[in-house]
Each structure stands twice: as C-alpha cells, then as structure tokens.
C-alpha cells in the first residue's frame, strides 16, 4: 500500500482543516487507517483510527470532539477533519494503514506509512 498524505496548511486558532490520504496498491478497504501527528523534538503520537467497514473509530483524547476521521472506500481515501484548531495541534500529520483485526493506538502495529502534511495553527 502507498499512501499519500495531503491538505495541510496555515490557519488561525479556532480554524478547521481537512486532511485526505490517497492510498494505492493492496485492497484499501481490509485496512485500518490512523493519523497519527509528529509535533517538533516530540515522538511521533496517535491521533485517530477506523476500520474498514466505518463501524470503528476511536481518537486521542487531545483530539476528541474536534477532530473527525473518516474514508471512502470507493475511493481509497482516508480523511481527517480537524476543528476548533489550537497551537498545540501543531505538527507534521502522517496517515498509515494496519493490517489488523482490532483498533491500535500503537505506531509498532501500523504497517504502511505516508510521508507527512505540515499543518500550522497560528494563535
């Protein structure tokens, strides 16, 4: 699976952003997809997740009630809306598909990984 990452950018504190990840290769729809965001001299860390059928998701509690993931299967698209932007949020934004039965926070279980969008919320 090759993903793309894409839909970054600037924007000011309380602004909303969506994020979309183009997958090609393997069956897009037998994964899960994660975001995951990597903020400077900070580790890489979880933000959100959802099979393949939509019937999961599951968020960072930094996150929760702001952000939204979602896909479209048909178009082998992962999303991640962002709202009610802060500072904080600010990071590097990595999308990655795992080959597993169950939700994971964990980077260790995410097989696939896209080269990441820079976003920026100004205060």
């Known amino acids: 699976v090759q993903l793309q990452a894409s839909g970054g950018g600037l924007v000011q504190a309380g602004g909303s952003l969506r994020l979309s990840c183009a997958a090609s290769?393997?069956?897009?729809?037998?994964?899960?997809m994660g975001w995951f965001r990597q903020a400077p001299g900070k580790e890489r860390e979880f933000v959100a997740t959802?099979?393949?059928?939509?019937?999961?998701?599951y968020y960072a509690d930094s996150v929760k009630g702001r952000f939204t993931i979602s896909r479209d299967n048909a178009k082998n698209t992962a999303y991640l809306r962002m709202n009610a932007l802060k500072p904080e949020d600010t990071a590097v934004y990595y999308c990655a598909a795992a080959r597993a039965v169950a939700a994971s926070v964990s980077r260790g279980e995410y097989d696939y990984w896209g080269r990441g969008t820079q976003v920026t919320v100004s205060s």
């Open positions: 959802i099979n393949w059928s939509r019937s999961v998701t």
């Open positions: 290769g393997r069956t897009f729809n037998r994964y899960f």
